[in-house]
């Protein structure tokens, strides 16, 4: 595939590249990496460089380090089932979306396997949001353990550079629920934005970055009154977890998640400046273990016997726990949620992983959306390709009960 020798060897082409052995280069690898970004401003990144820079975020020189998340040893099956029966030009929603990767894993079978954008099955892309869920489930693995005690525990009981701040009264319920009443201005088209602006702030000494810039933020509403969405405060949950846990996100993800759920690849994590996984964004996976973080899902987070999460958690953090303002839609403990009880891990950019119970369905989605982060004409669409792969399941089960 054509980018495949960036995704393979992107730092190293680069450290040559000032010197002769760039000429050795072919022309097609040469363009490409004069096409990936030199700064650090991704949310105004233009269309090529996103999609130069997003199978190989964590080998970009100009953003941090990142951490490995090793596998297992054999991964967990994923066979092909019949292929799904969709009534729609699935070639022309991928285009529409500009698709990297689009799956559709049904009752633990792989009935639709397809991408684009010069990507393929053995790369990894950038999850964006889709890790803020991830981090979710760390946190009710960190509960089950102990290293949280209460979901209603303070978050500066576990962050003690946040005590005077706004977020001396938040409870790790609100974090996650993004009801912390904090104020915080997630435009991704603003510069001036919170989102835009958290990454490149210059830390007070002996600070973490984040907890810097977060304890700074004045209150806007009583805590657990109105729902607002942040990234910062995802990022600060990550924070949390690795204070309560004592180990990195990465590791702590390796142990709990990747290796028990037969991940077939490692992921990597974006640091901060200061060393911490950026835990609302940023893990760079093959687009099969992100099916398989579906598959987790719609087994109750239990591997091999064993309950990741307390009882009935699970359950609380994919229904309803904030009002968004749309009607059928909800927030939960970092996942969207629907009314029919099916819910999501979104992206910006559009990625995303939705999951159907009721249907055993998981889709996952990668692209690099043509009309910005949030692209709101490609993101009804994909809402519509939900509806449709829903009635295509319904439709395929009704033929099989009649034969």
Known sequence: MKFKKIALGLLAVVAVAATAGWFSLDKETRGLLATLPTNRDLLFWTEPQRDAAFRALDRLPIL?????VPAGGAASPLPPGEPLALPLDVPAYMAGQRSAALLIVQDGKLRLERYGLGFDRDGRWTSFSVAKSVTSLMVGAALREGFIKSMDDKVSQYIPEMRGSAYDDVSVRQLLTMTSGVRWNEDYADPASDVARFNNH????????????????????PPGTRWNYSTGETNLVGILIHRATGKTLSAYLSEKIWVPAGMEQQATWILSKTGEEISGCCIQAASRDFARIGLLMLNGARVNGQDLVP??????ATTQRADIGRPGRGYGYLWWTYADGSYAARGIFGQGIFIDPARRLVIVSNADWGGGARDPQASEARE????AVQKAVDASAARSSTQ
């Open 64 to 68: 941090a380090r990142s951490r490995g």
């Open 384 to 387: 519509a390709f939900y509806r």
């Open 202 to 221: 210059k830390p007070e000494e002996g600070v973490d970055a984040l907890v810097s810039y977060m304890r700074r933020l004045p209150r806007a509403a």
């Open 311 to 316: 009882a009935g958690w699970l359950a609380e």
